[in-house]
C-alpha cells in the first residue's frame, strides 16, 4: 500500500486526504494545530478572528459531497445565501439570487466546517499527526523532518507529499529551492483587513440570507463584507490601507469613528461603537497574492489550495477552489491509476490555467468593490436582460455561473472579457 503525507490538516487538505483514503492508500496529515474534534481553539483566532466565516459556492458543495460527506451535514455547518446587497451611501441595492438547481452557496462557520471534514477523515482511516509542524522537506527522497510542541524531531518518509500548508508553504519553499527553473511571485494588495465580530447578528438588523458589501461609494479608500453565520453570529471584514488617517493602523479615533458613522449607518449605535472599539485595537491581516510557475515535483510531490495559489477573498474562491483541487486530483487519479508522475503533471497543466483565471478575476473584483463605478448595477441590469433576449449570442450573468455552477475559471474569465466588449459596443451604438 502506497503511502501519502499531506502537510497540512486544513480544508483543502482534509478533504483531500478523505478522497485518498477511500482509494486504499495510507493517509497521513502532518497538523502544526492540535485536534479540531477535541478543542477548537488552534482553529478560531480569538484575537483578530481571522477567517471566521467563508463563502462555499455550489462548486465547493459539490466537491464536498462527492467525497461521501452528507449534503445535510455540510449545510448544518452554514447559512444558505439567497442574494448580495450593496450599500451605497448606507442604502442597500439587493440583488436576489434564484438557485439553478437545488443547492444554494453557504455562508459557513470556518470551524464548523473543519470538524465536519475532521470527522469524515477519522473515518476513512486518515491518521493524523497533531501539533507536528514541518520544518524540512526532501523532495528526492519524498520525507520530511517535523517538531512537535515539546520540540521532539521526527522524520515521515512516504510515497508523495501533498502541501496543503497554505500561503507560506513548507513544501513550496522546499520545491522553490530544488525545482529548476521555478517561478514564483507573491504581492500584497494594498489593502489589508480586519474581521469585528458582532455575536448577535439579530441586533444588527441585516438579513442572515444575503452578503453584504460596503465601500462600492469610498472612492477606492475601503471595501468590507459581513456574513451571518450558523452561530447567531456577524462577521464585518473591513479593507482598507495601512497608513493614513483613515487606515488599519490609524490611531485618530475621530476620523476612524466618522468612518463607521459613515459607512455603516444602518447598523445600530452602540453596536456600531463595539465595532469601532474593536477596530481600534485589533490587529490587522494582510491580504496575499501567490502565483507558482508549476504545482508539482517530478512524482514525489504536489500543492493544492492556497499553497499553490493563494489569493484575496474578493471573489469568495480560494476556499472553493482549493477544494475543487481535491475533486480534480480524484478525477486524474481516475484516470491514470497510481501513475503519480502522469496525475501530477495533468494536475499542473489543469488548475494552473484556472487557477491564473481565478486570480485575474479577483483582483478585477477588487477594484470593483474598492471603488464606485455609477453605472455598476444599471450595467449589471443589461447583462442579465441582454442574456435573457439573445443566449445564443450574450455572455450569461457571471454572478450566477460563479455561485450556482462549476463552470471552469477560465471559461468565465473569457465570457467576462466578451461582456465587457459587448458592453462598450453597446455604448458607442
Same mark, same amino acid.
Not at 373 to 394: E, G, I, L, S, T
Given at each position: 500500500?502506497?503511502?501519502?503525507?499531506?502537510?497540512?490538516?486544513g480544508?483543502?487538505?482534509?478533504?483531500?486526504?478523505?478522497y485518498?483514503?477511500? *482509494?486504499?492508500?495510507?493517509?497521513?496529515?502532518?497538523?502544526?494545530?492540535?485536534?479540531?474534534?477535541?478543542?477548537?481553539?488552534?482553529?478560531i483566532?480569538?484575537?483578530?478572528? *481571522?477567517?471566521?466565516?467563508?463563502?462555499?459556492?455550489?462548486r465547493?458543495?459539490?466537491?464536498?459531497?462527492?467525497?461521501?460527506?452528507?449534503?445535510?451535514?455540510?449545510q448544518?455547518?452554514?447559512?444558505e445565501?439567497?442574494?448580495?446587497?450593496?450599500?451605497i451611501k448606507?442604502?442597500?441595492?439587493?440583488?436576489e439570487?434564484?438557485?439553478?438547481?437545488?443547492?444554494?452557496?453557504?455562508?459557513?462557520?470556518?470551524?464548523?466546517?473543519?470538524?465536519?471534514?475532521?470527522?469524515?477523515?477519522?473515518?476513512?482511516?486518515?491518521?493524523y499527526?497533531?501539533?507536528? *509542524? =514541518?520544518i524540512e522537506?526532501?523532495l528526492?527522497g =519524498?520525507?520530511?523532518?517535523?517538531?512537535?510542541s515539546?520540540?521532539?524531531?521526527?522524520?515521515?518518509?512516504?510515497?508523495?507529499?501533498?502541501?496543503?500548508?497554505?500561503?507560506?508553504?513548507?513544501?513550496?519553499?522546499?520545491m522553490?529551492?530544488?525545482?529548476?527553473?521555478?517561478?514564483?511571485?507573491?504581492?500584497?494588495?494594498?489593502?489589508?483587513?480586519?474581521?469585528?465580530?458582532?455575536?448577535d447578528?439579530?441586533?444588527?438588523?441585516?438579513?442572515?440570507?444575503?452578503?453584504?458589501?460596503?465601500?462600492?461609494?469610498?472612492?477606492?479608500?475601503?471595501?468590507?463584507?459581513?456574513?451571518t453565520i450558523?452561530?447567531?453570529s456577524?462577521?464585518?471584514?473591513?479593507?482598507?490601507?495601512?497608513?493614513?488617517?483613515?487606515?488599519?493602523?490609524?490611531?485618530?479615533?475621530?476620523?476612524?469613528?466618522a468612518?463607521?458613522d459613515?459607512y455603516?449607518?444602518?447598523?445600530?449605535?452602540?453596536?456600531?461603537?463595539?465595532?469601532?472599539?474593536?477596530?481600534?485595537?485589533?490587529?490587522?491581516?494582510?491580504?496575499?497574492?501567490?502565483?507558482?510557475?508549476?504545482?508539482?515535483?517530478?512524482?514525489?510531490?504536489?500543492?493544492i489550495?492556497?499553497s499553490?495559489?493563494?489569493t484575496?477573498?474578493?471573489?469568495?474562491?480560494?476556499?472553493?477552489?482549493?477544494l475543487?483541487?481535491?475533486?480534480?486530483?480524484?478525477?486524474?487519479?481516475?484516470q491514470?491509476?497510481d501513475?503519480?508522475e502522469?496525475?501530477?503533471s495533468e494536475f499542473?497543466?489543469?488548475?494552473k490555467?484556472?487557477?491564473?483565471?481565478?486570480?485575474d478575476?479577483?483582483r478585477?473584483n477588487y477594484e470593483?468593490?474598492?471603488?464606485?463605478?455609477?453605472v455598476?448595477?444599471?450595467?449589471?441590469?443589461?447583462?442579465?436582460?441582454?442574456?435573457?433576449?439573445?443566449?445564443?449570442?450574450?455572455?450569461?450573468?457571471?454572478?450566477?455561473?460563479?455561485?450556482?455552477?462549476s463552470?471552469?475559471?477560465s471559461?468565465?474569465?473569457d465570457?467576462?472579457?466578451k461582456?465587457n466588449?459587448w458592453?462598450?459596443?453597446?455604448?458607442?451604438?
Amino acid at each position: 500500500m502506497k503511502k501519502i503525507i499531506v502537510i497540512g490538516g486544513g480544508l483543502a487538505g482534509g478533504l483531500t486526504a478523505i478522497y485518498l483514503a477511500k *482509494r486504499g492508500y495510507e493517509v497521513h496529515i502532518i497538523e502544526k494545530r492540535g485536534n479540531p474534534l477535541l478543542s477548537q481553539a488552534d482553529y478560531i483566532d480569538q484575537v483578530s478572528s *481571522r477567517a471566521i466565516g467563508v463563502s462555499m459556492t455550489v462548486r465547493g458543495i459539490e466537491a464536498v459531497v462527492a467525497a461521501g460527506v452528507p449534503l445535510a451535514e455540510l449545510q448544518e455547518c452554514g447559512v444558505e445565501v439567497s442574494g448580495m446587497s450593496f450599500f451605497i451611501k448606507g442604502e442597500p441595492k439587493t440583488r436576489e439570487l434564484p438557485p439553478l438547481d437545488k443547492l444554494k452557496p453557504l455562508s459557513l462557520s470556518r470551524s464548523a466546517f473543519q470538524v465536519l471534514l475532521n470527522k469524515y477523515a477519522e473515518l476513512a482511516g486518515v491518521h493524523y499527526h497533531y501539533d507536528q *509542524r =514541518c520544518i524540512e522537506v526532501d523532495l528526492d527522497g =519524498c520525507s520530511l523532518m517535523t517538531k512537535d510542541s515539546e520540540g521532539n524531531f521526527m522524520t515521515h518518509k512516504g510515497d508523495l507529499l501533498v502541501g496543503a500548508d497554505g500561503a507560506r508553504s513548507c513544501l513550496r519553499e522546499a520545491m522553490q529551492s530544488h525545482c529548476r527553473r521555478f517561478e514564483f511571485h507573491q504581492s500584497f494588495f494594498k489593502h489589508g483587513y480586519k474581521t469585528l465580530v458582532v455575536p448577535d447578528a439579530s441586533k444588527v438588523g441585516l438579513r442572515k440570507d444575503l452578503l453584504y458589501f460596503f465601500g462600492m461609494d469610498s472612492e477606492g479608500q475601503f471595501a468590507g463584507r459581513a456574513a451571518t453565520i450558523p452561530d447567531g453570529s456577524i462577521s464585518f471584514a473591513v479593507c482598507l490601507p495601512y497608513t493614513g488617517q483613515v487606515s488599519l493602523h490609524s490611531d485618530d479615533r475621530t476620523a476612524m469613528k466618522a468612518f463607521f458613522d459613515q459607512y455603516y449607518p444602518m447598523v445600530p449605535e452602540d453596536i456600531r461603537q463595539d465595532m469601532f472599539e474593536q477596530f481600534m485595537i485589533k490587529p490587522s491581516n494582510d491580504l496575499i497574492n501567490v502565483r507558482s510557475s508549476t504545482f508539482h515535483y517530478k512524482n514525489t510531490a504536489l500543492l493544492i489550495g492556497d499553497s499553490a495559489h493563494a489569493t484575496a477573498p474578493f471573489l469568495g474562491q480560494g476556499m472553493n477552489m482549493a477544494l475543487e483541487d481535491a475533486f480534480v486530483l480524484d478525477q486524474l487519479f481516475d484516470q491514470y491509476g497510481d501513475d503519480f508522475e502522469k496525475i501530477l503533471s495533468e494536475f499542473t497543466e489543469q488548475r494552473k490555467k484556472e487557477a491564473d483565471a481565478m486570480q485575474d478575476m479577483a483582483r478585477a473584483n477588487y477594484e470593483v468593490l474598492s471603488c464606485s463605478d455609477p453605472v455598476f448595477f444599471m450595467r449589471a441590469r443589461f447583462a442579465r436582460y441582454m442574456n435573457q433576449k439573445f443566449p445564443d449570442h450574450y455572455p450569461p450573468d457571471m454572478a450566477e455561473k460563479l455561485y450556482f455552477t462549476s463552470m471552469r475559471y477560465s471559461e468565465l474569465r473569457d465570457k467576462q472579457e466578451k461582456q465587457n466588449v459587448w458592453y462598450k459596443i453597446g455604448r458607442m451604438n
